[in-house]
């Protein structure tokens, strides 16, 4: 039996590669993507997502433009990661398919709505802004959805956007409030596990010795981990969020526990932070899985083997 899911995403390279994962996974079925601004404006996530639908023979799939700005603040962006198009490291041609009618909101909105109650995942692998408004504007939905899976936070690993905040919470930290309030099941892969899941050179050759699109692959990995590895003197880049994706195919491949995760929004030192009880020393109940580790070896594995299906 597939697992519908939808993904609601910036992308980015970590993006591309993710969405790549879920479209040559069989046991996911992607009812559509919807886009935020977040790495890049939002009319360069949208172009992004569509040039990785072509790449991966889904021209078929809808994607709707969503929210071009944060809940209450102004957008900032990663291009000084992701470089200025969001996908540097490979060049792709401009895409055929259009954007879907209709606004990324009022897409999660009718199709959670549609979709029979518990059969729908979310897997926001950005700044949360579509998926609160969504949950603000129809909070009939908060029941229908089965768990919201994200890549964001953190908690040894602190931040990597300022040093208590990871970039996607950070970039929208109401919309992360919400999310993380709603009552719905989550799952968050944090940069504590993503950072366990780095490039390096024999992953990102097993990359590009996977066909076609593995070498797109090694491209986007090549050209995204110059950024982590001159800043933290690491082997390779993580990426972050295929996680998500190889979290829902692969559980087995990570450990976690549940734990109360607050999201701060007022302090100007620690905008953005994840404050995670990992160790349970308050008596505020549970609300999230957060992941802390993951079998790094295993999880590369499953990625290659699935992007040499394209």
């Known amino acids: 039996m597939t697992q519908k899911i939808i993904i609601d995403t910036d992308p980015g390279q970590d993006d591309a590669v993710a969405i790549l994962l879920a479209l040559a996974s069989p046991e996911l079925e992607v009812l559509g993507l919807t886009t935020v601004a977040g790495n890049v404006p939002l009319d360069l996530t949208s172009l992004n997502a569509r040039k990785v639908c072509e790449l991966a023979g889904r021209p078929d799939l809808p994607v709707h433009a969503g929210c071009d700005r944060p809940v209450a603040r102004d957008l900032v962006t990663a291009e000084h990661v992701h470089g200025k198009t969001g996908l540097d490291g490979a060049d792709l041609p401009d895409p055929q398919m259009s954007l879907a009618d ?97 490039t390096t050179r024999a992953r990102n050759d097993a990359f ?46 990570f450990h976690g526990r549940e734990i109360n995760v607050e999201i701060e929004v007022d302090s100007p030192l620690t905008r953005g932070m994840t404050v995670a009880d990992w160790w349970r020393v308050t008596d505020r109940p549970a609300n999230a899985l957060f992941i802390g580790d993951v079998d790094a070896d295993g999880f590369f594995a499953l990625l290659t083997d699935r992007i040499a299906r394209f």
């Open 208 to 253: 590009r010795a996977a066909g076609p699109v593995g070498q797109v692959v090694a491209g986007w990995t090549g050209f995204f981990e110059r950024f982590d590895m001159e800043k933290y003197g690491s082997a390779g880049a993580p990426l972050h969020d295929p996680c998500v994706i190889a979290w829902l195919l692969r559980p087995d491949l």
């Open 102 to 198: 209709g606004h990324a909101v009022d897409f999660l909105i009718d199709t959670l709505r549609r979709e029979a109650p518990g059969t729908v995942t979310l897997c926001p692998l950005g700044p949360l802004t579509n998926i609160a408004t969504a949950l603000n504007r129809a909070p009939d939905i908060a029941e229908r959805i089965q768990r919201i899976v994200l890549m964001g936070g953190a908690y040894f690993q602190v931040g990597n956007i300022t040093p208590a905040a990871e970039f996607n919470i950070y970039v929208d930290p109401e919309a992360a409030r919400t999310v993380f309030a709603s009552g719905v099941p989550l799952t968050v892969l944090p940069l504590d596990v993503t950072h366990k899941a780095l």
